[in-house]
């Protein structure tokens, strides 16, 4: 729950806004399904599925889209996401540990063994206790993953191999989000090269950056986390039937006119340079709208985009709206800081910051509301 639902009715006026369209989250997972040419799409929901809100998006997908696969980060998000949904197949990107094996087998869980201990410690599981696995193989990002001394040792241990349920083979694109980039065609070559050890199990390799990379990068299965949220994955062009699912809005809480030479916000990081009309907005940094949009993010008010001026403050930041209509400006107006109009793209573009940042790091005191 978040503290926007936990309010009284009549304080909502006062919240900003996190409306989330679920059934643009469900068009862009056909729509990746359908850049596959069919191949089974996994859906990526860790850290509370991009901040969208798990308890909506997944049941949302698996009823709706039919999505049957899910991918999430540690195993509290896996046990949540399993009360949520207890049919689905549920894979724990960070692998399993002691003291954990109790709760994979009695919430039907299936861990990513990314290393040849996590292999060992699933193998000593009695098998008709024991849920499938999948396997992580590292081919360049030297994260988590078997490494190539382990994979060629596990490739050679066919008892290891054999004990082990293995429903899934994979890796990760470490530079997916460049299409150019040598380094994709490296990790292509290494993976197909293990899959041949694996014939008869599906092999999955393409994030979201990596379903646009084409064909060659689908295998079996996708796990498109971004694209199903309306972000581009690529510095290419967003694919065109991508919707952005999401709108956040402020209110305007107050307009003042200030004179040449006065400066807005901590610091006094901006001044004017001639008298502007300034709107203070109820949305800071302490609502996931961080200090990297210090004088240069944008907002969109009745039709017209603007900027941000002086420093992001924990609950407030400062618009200059001159160039705005001011008949249709005033306090309580809505102010989109991230949707539609001011896309992820742009946001990432002015401040530096990644898609997945951005969108991540939404917080919990927006008011959130679910179509």
């Not at 990746?32 to 308890?55: F, N």
């Not at 399993?82 to 002691?98: D, K, T, W």
Request: one cysteine or more; glycine letters at 8%.
């Amino acid at each position: 729950m978040s503290f926007g639902d936990s309010v009284p009715d009549y304080l909502h006026d006062c919240l900003a806004t996190l409306t989330i369209d679920l059934s643009s989250i469900i068009h862009n997972y056909q729509h990746c399904l359908q850049l596959t040419g069919g191949k089974e799409c996994a859906a990526m929901v860790k850290a509370d599925a991009y901040g969208m809100g798990i308890a909506h998006v997944a049941p949302a997908l698996f009823h709706k889209a039919n999505c049957r696969t899910f991918f999430v980060a540690s195993l509290a998000e896996a046990v949540k996401l399993r009360q949520i949904l207890p049919e689905a197949i549920i894979y724990v990107l960070n692998g399993v540990f002691s003291g954990q094996v109790v709760y994979f087998i009695k919430n039907n869980l299936r861990p990513v063994l990314n290393d040849l201990t996590q292999a060992a410690l699933w193998q000593a599981i009695s098998a008709e206790n024991r849920p499938a696995c999948a396997i992580h193989f590292d081919t360049g990002i030297n994260r988590l993953g078997l490494s190539p001394m382990d994979t060629t040792q596990f490739i050679n241990d066919v008892s290891l191999r054999k004990e082990l349920d293995i429903s899934l083979i994979m890796s990760h694109l470490a530079c997916a989000d460049d299409p150019d980039n040598p380094m994709n065609a490296r990790q292509l070559a290494d993976f197909e090269a293990i899959t041949q050890n694996f014939p008869d199990i599906p092999a999955s390799l393409a994030n979201s950056g990596g379903i646009l990379l084409g064909p060659d990068y689908h295998f079996d299965l996708v796990r498109p986390g971004l694209l199903i949220f309306g972000g581009n994955p690529s510095k290419g062009a967003m694919p065109k039937n991508i919707k952005v699912p999401f709108q956040i809005l402020g209110k305007i809480l107050q307009i003042r006119t200030i004179g040449t030479g006065q400066s807005v916000g901590y610091g006094a990081t901006w001044t004017a340079k001639q008298p502007r009309h300034i709107a203070t907005i109820n949305i800071g940094y302490a609502d996931g709208y961080p200090q990297m949009f210090n004088n240069c993010g944008w907002v969109y008010i009745k039709g017209t985009k603007l900027p941000v001026v002086g420093r992001v403050s924990m609950d407030m930041i400062g618009v200059d709206i001159t160039d705005a209509n001011p008949q249709e400006i005033g306090p309580e107006c809505d102010v989109e800081l991230l949707g539609p109009h001011i896309t992820l793209e742009m946001a990432s573009e002015v401040s530096t910051l990644s898609q997945y940042e951005i969108l991540t790091g939404v917080r919990e005191r927006y008011r959130r509301i679910y179509i």
